[in-house]
């Protein structure tokens, strides 16, 4: 059968989508399987140390006022943690303490892989009642987090294995967050939307400035960063998901929430891909190129991307070189630039559906449909400003209201009704 | 038998979803944004519907009438839901269609528009799927099952997963059947397939009466052929006509 237009649409939304709902899906299987056990004494008191609970401890008996306030307390000291963890990182950039961040982001993978999944890994040796003798699990352990430093940095490392260590990295600190008191997990998204939202699109928000900075040096970006190009395309992005930057000083946090997207110069042999994000399938074709960012070569470049729709066939040798075998043969879908998606988002996005998960499997769905077109109508957005986005905002607001229209409204109708077998 | 016994339901009530998800849908991203969008769309009509309901609910009385309303307006409000999903991809196969002319220099084949419903139905279907029996299902992963009193030959998971892949089969296959049917203007059609998603769901009407499960299930279980067979006669005739016509793509586009 000849090719058609559906073989090819959309191939970079689903190369998000798709490490976007394996992340969720291992944190609601880990929740699911951790939650009887994550009530005993032990579990209570790890989730009581965590950055997120630093001003009011959550109990289950307090008044919802005080528990409200709690919450809010909570979610803005760890929301001002945030942005002092980013601002400092966004100077350390800006003198280019580079290897300092480097190494910083090797300990941090190191030491997320290490504690955080080991005691997960226990918990999970636990729950399943396997036996492993104390020596042979620090030793698989230590080899598994020895393998995570290089490949969260290193270029050597097959793609493939990177994103897999990214996920892991993701679905350890979700499961981590997950354990957090119910309202604080709330309040604490919803304001990381916000913050989210300010960050990125305000025009001195740290990460637009770091964004902009790293464009403006031809660097890759200092952040934990996934990357949806494929795993055929050459060298140049493995520099991609240099450090996780913004979030990292704070030690349970995870990578910061940053969803960017820049275009990628195809007149580079070493493609820069500083860029935290990228979106380039037109779904709006022809869509004017309006620069959102400042940079002015980088107007030039979506100008360049918009001849390139125009259906000029001699493509640049260098971006036609790291398009994967069976690409597409036009040039709009450049797959040589990848949509990036912060570690971050993938965090949050799974904190929300594990708290999902706590409540039932109805409110996973819902809050997994509702996430996914948040991302979805995020990354058309992308395709129309062509500039950094912050990918909180939309899918948090879209997932939280999903779940609580799921819980007090679909719940008791669909229980009822299908309970007496009457389905439509 | 636990574990077992819940991937069991599960696969009953989604095994046919995914292997048709994997051997035609998960090829083609675009196929799979269509189904995750219809899924999404269907559970937006269901909330709303709740929402509606919210007041009235739980039915307490032990009359089949209050269902009646219930199941008649939910089915009328769901075709609706239809009617404003077709709408919008009609106006999605526009853009669709200049850029497949841009980039492939032909429009979207028959075959592309058929796999598009197919899609959107599977959505519906496994939206259906989902929400009615797999959320439901999570009770029979341990070690207990539940029966109901007015169908007490099976267990109650059993008998959803049962019903919800009916539903599935039926969902799917009339969206593809109600797409062709708008699209070529078969006024019949357009009929037929709410009025079978309203035979449907009086079907399991029958579950409330003492024992009705052992009529409702296999009455649906017809409902749900009947559908294939009119989806695939449907797509046979399309097939034949394809072929004694020349398989020119811009000759095959139709609307």
Known sequence: MERSVLDSLGVEIIG???????????????????????SDSAAAAASATTAATLVYDESPSDPPGRRLAGALLNAAAFVALIAAATTLLVVLY??????????????????????????????????????????????????????????VLSPAVPVLLRQAYLVALAVIVAAWFARLPEWTTWTLLLALALYDLAAVLCPRGPLRVLVELASSRDEELPALVYESRPASASVSHVVAALGSVELQPVEPA????????????PDRTILEIESLEEETSPLVPNEPSSSGSGDSRQQDIAAEGEREREGERNQDPSSSSSL????????????????????????????????????????VYACYLAIIS????????LSICRHALPALPISITLGMGFYFLTRLLLEPFVVGASTSLVMF | MTVAAGLGYVLISLGPALSLFVSVIAKKPFLILTLLASMLFWLISLIVLSGAWRGFLPLKSAS???????????????????LIFWKLYKKLEVILDAFAEEKFRSRLSWTDKMQIALAGGLGHGVAHAVFFCVSLLTPSFGPATFFVDRCSHMPFFLVSAIISLGFMI????????????????????QIII??????????????????????????????????????????WRKLTERGNRQRNSSDIHVS
């Open chain 1, 16 to 38: 998000v989508m798709s490490p976007v709902s394996i992340c969720m899906l291992l944190v609601v299987l880990l929740v699911s399987t951790l939650s009887p056990s994550a």
């Open chain 1, 94 to 151: 800006y003198y280019r303490f580079t290897g300092f961040l480097r190494n910083y982001v090797r300990f941090s993978a190191f030491f997320v892989l290490a504690s955080m999944g080991g005691s997960i890994l226990l918990s999970l040796l636990r729950a399943a009642d396997f036996p492993l003798d104390a020596f042979s699990a620090l030793v698989l352990l230590l080899n598994l987090s020895a393998v995570g430093v290089p490949a």
């Open chain 1, 254 to 265: 995870p990578p910061n929430p940053t969803l960017s997207n820049r275009n990628v110069d």
């Open chain 1, 324 to 363: 994967p075998g069976p690409a597409f043969e036009n040039d709009s879908f450049d797959t040589s630039r990848g949509i990036r998606l912060g570690l971050g988002d993938f965090v949050f996005y799974s904190v929300l559906v594990g708290r999902a998960a706590m409540y039932d499997l109805m409110t």
């Open chain 1, 374 to 381: 948040g991302l979805g109508c995020t990354l058309i957005l």
């Open chain 2, 64 to 82: 089949w009438w209050p269902y009646v309303i219930l199941i008649i307006t939910s089915v009328g409000f769901q075709e609706a839901t239809r």
């Open chain 2, 170 to 189: 039926i969902h799917t296959f009339s969206m593809v059947i109600a797409f062709n049917a708008y699209a070529e203007g078969r006024k019949l059609d």
């Open chain 2, 194 to 235: 709410p009025i079978i998603h309203i035979l449907a769901a009086v079907m399991t009407l029958i579950n409330l009466a003492p024992g009705g499960c052992a009529i409702g299930v296999p009455l649906l279980y017809i409902i749900g052929g009947v559908v294939l067979c009119h989806c695939w006669q449907m797509v």
